[in-house]
């Protein structure tokens, strides 16, 4: 395969495309669509090879078959909307072509995302001979494959997982958001969750939260969330006791946060507007700095990794699988800044090991049900090396007991 359709021109879709334009052995073949081609065209202007670019409305199922079929795409790289996710699967379905995305399914009307809107189509996507690739970012998509190498080689069991997610970037401005706002704020804004002992537990939105010192940016926030890589990790990881997801963030991100939920500017809910229907949060989005924006702006780190606590040969151990990324450093690849780079290199290395045959299988797969040794080494190879650092296995958890 070397024909590839990337639907999605925002921040993470300049990376997949930068990163997939690179690696022509693999993507001969590149189309970049989106509901703006304009977007998609400013990327192309971008590259140092030539790429073809299309209008599409990714909510149209026969709008988007007709664009895979007319491009010739082997493969559908969704980074669009989460809401967009099924109807991208129904059209690679009647297509016949694989999908990849970087974030699970979530309602336009529902504060929630999960799998359970796309695993159910396993069976229709194994009977075509297709594969469907879910979650293929950092987190989610990373950070199941450092569970994955840390089953494979450093535990005989694994306990528990805490995925940390620190930002240590600043763009200078009093509130953005790093990534699509409505998303964004949505995710933060819901109430906690993290599953231990077979059950999930709940705790209001941004309740738990605590100082943390990270490797190289030191002391920062951290604040636990219900995160989608959770879902199927805990269901994929044998004997598994606990897995919690934390994000920092600082005073001035929770200050803004709160005042805007406090005017009911972070809602979903539509309200009339002068004879129209509106959801406030769509208009706060409208309002906020264009996350694309940022890259120039940005500076600093992000550093992203998995605690992950078991035993090996029967002694306890604990260890820190994490990357550090810079922003600036992305910024002058790419010209995107880090939380972009981090999702949009993982995208792209999901589809090169489908599309070279390494990780190919019919059906719906999450990434740690996968070889992770090809994903660990692209990682080390297209600008997001890893390390790992072995832990007191008696030290402190990251919060509780």
Known sequence: ???????????????????????????????????????????????????HTAAVDADNVKETVKLIRDCGAELVLNVALPYQDLTLMEACLEAGVHYLDTANYEPKDEARFSYEYQWPYHQRFAEK???????????????????AHAQKHLFDQIDTVDILDCNAGDHGLPFATNFNPEINIREITANGRYWES??????????????????????????????????????NIPGLKRIRFWMTFGPSYINHLTVLQNVGMTSIEAIPFQGQQIAPIEFLKAVLPDPASLGPLTKGKTVIGNIIEGTKDG????VYVYNICDHQECYAEVKSQAISYTTGVPAMIGAKLMMTGQWMQPGVWNLEQLDPDPFMNALNQHG?????????????????E
């Open 315 to 318: 002694q306890k151990r604990k």
């Open 1 to 51: 395969m070397k024909n590839i359709l990337i639907i999605g021109a925002g921040g993470v879709g300049r990376v997949v495309v930068h990163k997939c334009a690179q690696n022509q052995d693999v993507f001969e073949t590149i189309t970049l669509a989106s509901r703006t081609k304009s977007k998609c065209d400013q990327i192309a202007s971008e590259l140092s090879r030539p790429i």
């Open 384 to 400: 997001l090396p890893w390390q790992i650092e072995d832990l007191d296995p008696d030290s402190p958890p990251v919060w509780g």
């Open 198 to 235: 077979g059950d999930w537990k709940e705790t209001q939105p941004l309740e738990w939260h605590r100082p943390y010192t990270f490797p190289v940016v030191g002391e920062k926030e951290i604040y636990l969330l219900y995160h989608e890589e959770m879902e199927s990790l805990c269901r």
């Open 129 to 147: 001979g297709l594969m469907a690739l879910l979650g293929s970012g950092f987190d989610p998509g990373v950070t199941n494959v450092f569970c």
